[in-house]
């Protein structure tokens, strides 16, 4: 399958196309804006082709695309599984971008990662000869690249091809060899591998800084080297202006993608600051451009190279020279600074202010005196503003003090050689004072933006490891980032339908548009930031960022910043993404905690069943048994029995029965109790009707006992389930009836206690063995009795039944003899006013 | 086994020997109702399947209609609600235990009473009585304007109501609460079926009013409203008279 193919018009083309499927064909010589169109990944990938052709790997894709240039389709398709054939030609390399413009004159704009091809298979390389590869340019074959024809004309003289050439045969090459390597360490063949070389390239503000980049990445493909790249960040950084800092955010993420570390540091001097850096990461070699300063600048106060060299010991340092490529203008970061008027005045302030202390205390103290004051306001000054208005000030103060201070009186003329030395003293000193107080200012400031940032890492980690719902880590985490990062934040997890839904967390205000959601979801697949400053689709006003844990993605954030200016540079997308990847560890241990606590509960559930079908295995053998023996004997020896026994053995089956029904329900009662599935429907009843009706159900079994009922008639109406509580009543009735003698009194009262009503059952038997109240009510305990039978079940089901409604039961014995059971209602609330309706 | 077991020479049923219809699908419980049913004068029609039962009570014109709810296949409900169609045959409904919901859906959908699994044969013959005395009467004269159950008297023509010979004063809706369960004597009323028949079908939601004016008529006729005698709950679902 074809992806896209441009012709150029060719007719050859054409008929080697016949055939195969094609997706996107061209046929302009050269396309009028440069724009061609886009891949449709998804269409390719749900075709899935053997094999997609696409040409011209380095063109950029029309601005609503996915993707602003074709190879990240191309590396997203291969990351989707399909298998591509490109075609590039060799000065669209992004290493080789400076030498093609050195070579030809040209600058190539649509250019592709080294990475693309150190990552392919297979190079196959098409090599003409330069006079061949004339030939066909006259012919009219070949196409040009850039917009002029004229230039690209030029770009074919045979030095140009030649040198192209050598380029080409030798990447190759590289190719060649990396992948003999590679066999040969599959095949465990011995090699000698070079020593670990790791290379440093500092870049500045200037254009030049790119082709340092490039240059330190030829340097490290040539000695197989891990490189990094490093800016240091000066006082001067902030009087860059916008350009300046793009510019810098610009070689740091383009040095990014061409696999180096990228690093800022801060500090005040660029040298001391990169060697340090370097010793600590052993750098064994230093890359720097070569100086662009006029020369008298160079040897008046040293340059950046310089001082390297001449600090670096063991290191190797490599000066790179680059030509400018003339349509860049460089303007001096100097040139750029603007005039802030307002911090001027403070130096003429402040030597008025001495000057007229120094008027005041004249006639009595000495020069010296004077001169001390001065300097008091020199620092004064050096403490609020810049190096500016601070040399001013020493100026002035030495002037001021001239003029006023030495004879000749109000001239600056000097009468002492002497007074001349200490003017100039003075003003020496002034001016360390003013220059080391700026930089401790700056040094001041820039640490504590760096404490600031991790600050704010640490305030919401803090914050993160106090939540446990999921509900209240979103909030934490959208209210940290926005606090720091300044924009507005949604976050979308994935639901049980397989799509991401964007989680109402309390206070954010960002509502994913379409084109974000889209985004989203290719971000959950791919795991790799998209949008505002990223390589795909970085046209968008937002960013949307995977929140990746150990266990794989369990989310995105998207932000959408006040002032997408910020985000540019790649050390703010840095930080956003360990903001996200502290929210994704918090949410994956969320869902660790989550899943514990079912594991916990399948565990406790395990074991209660176990022990469950220990005892009923038992408790059910028990009545089956006295069942099949009386039906059987009944069935053995029908005619013999005379009606009475045969009556007795008849009313045994069926009191046997009577009690295996009890113990299936109750065991039914206590598993769905355990299991979570009893609800609990509260209604508003009169508790009289309750108790009445489980009074009818144990009718039989109460016969032949007194039953004394002890309920108030204004008892008010009580929420309660009824069936429920009518079940807890005929347990503790079961109950008993089970424990105590025929013939004795069961008592049953209610009556308003403290938040609801109180409800016992009392009885007159033997009681509860003292120390076992509380045990009563676990499960399977049995109390003593002459014929206990029954699992133990029953007092354990009132207990759940009773807190489920968010009372409490209990056991007593009385005095007097028998036990007591009592549990409570709470009553809230009232039952719903009625209508009076009736006379 | 869906056979009869009438007698051939006899031409149909017959009031003395009243023809029941069993749909139920487990053979266990059909014989042994079998056997109770036909020494308590009852003649038996089987029907193991929904299909059959719903068949067989268009053709074979029972009396009354017992009914499983958990039959295989078909819901319960719907053989209630297409045999309610056409004929106001008494329908029992055999049901297990703590299904509430669906007793209440059965009776709301025209069943006459029920049975919770496991139960004895005595308490089924006892709600057949109740049920097919009440076909009876609807079938036959406008209604008894009189009833008494224990020391309870109750004259609908007359609105009035004695216990043990003394008047007892109701309140309006009091006695139509209490009319209501006479006319259904012995049966089992659902808390939707009596607020639909004292306040109206608006007031069918409200069940706390209706427990509330059975508590009150409770305590004026009750000796210890905590043991009633006459006025039956059944948790979760209604309320019956005591017919006997």
Redo the contacts between chains.
Sequence with gaps: MVGAVNTHGRPEMDRLLDGLECLSRRSTQHSVDGASDPLDLDAIVARRPFLLVVDELARANPPASRHPKRWQDVEELLGAGVSVLATLNIYELESLKDVAYRLTDVVVEETVPDRMTEQADEIALVDLPPEELLDRLAEGKVHLPGPDPERGRRFFRPGNLMALRELALRRTADHVDARMRRYMRDQAIQTTWPVTERILACISASPHATQVVRAAKRFADALRAEWLVVYVETPSHARLGEPGRARVADTLRLAEQLGAEAHVLSGERVPEEVLSFARTRNVSKIVVGKPVQPLWRRLLFGSIADALVRGSDETDVYVISGQEPSHVPYVSPARMRGFPWTDYWRPLAMVGACTAIGLLIFPYFAHSTLVLVYLLGVVAVAARSGPGPSLLGCVLSVGAFDFFFVPPYFTFAVAETQDLLMFGAMFIVALVISGLTVRIRWLADSARQRERRTAALYAMSRDLASAREVATLLEVSVRHVREVFRGHVAVLLPDPGGGLRPQAVGGSALVPGPRELDLSKWVYLHRQPAGLGTGTSPELEALCLPLTASRGTLGVLIFRPENPQVMQAPEQLHELETFCGQVALALERAQLAAEAQQAQVRVETESMRSALLSSVSHDLRTPLASITGTASSLLEGDATFDPATRRMLLETLSEEAERLSRLVRNLLDMTRLQSGALRVSKEWHPLEEVIGAALGRMERPLRGRPVVTRVPEDLPLVPIDDVLIEQVLINLLENAVKYTPCGSEIELTAHVSEGGVMVGVADRGAGIPPGDETRLFEKFYRGRSTTSHGAGLGLAICRGIVEAHGGRIWAENRSGGGASFQFTIPVTGRPPDMEHTDG | MGSSRSDPSVAGPTPARPVVLLIEDEPQIRRFLCAALDTQGFRLIEAATGEEGVAAAATRQPEIIILDLGLPDMDGLDIIRRVREWSTIPIIILSA??Q?RDKITALDAGADDYVAK?FGVGELLARMRVALRHAARGAGDPGESKFSVGDLEVDLAQRQVTLAGQPIHL????YRLLATLVRHAGKLLTHHQLLNEV?GPNRTEQ???L?????QL??KLEA?????RYV?????VGYRLAAE
């Design positions: 235990r703590g509430e496991p309140t309006p809706i009091e306040w069940a706390h009013y427990r509330v004016y059975t508590a409770r305590r210890d409203p905590a043991r009633p039956l709950t059944e948790p979760g």
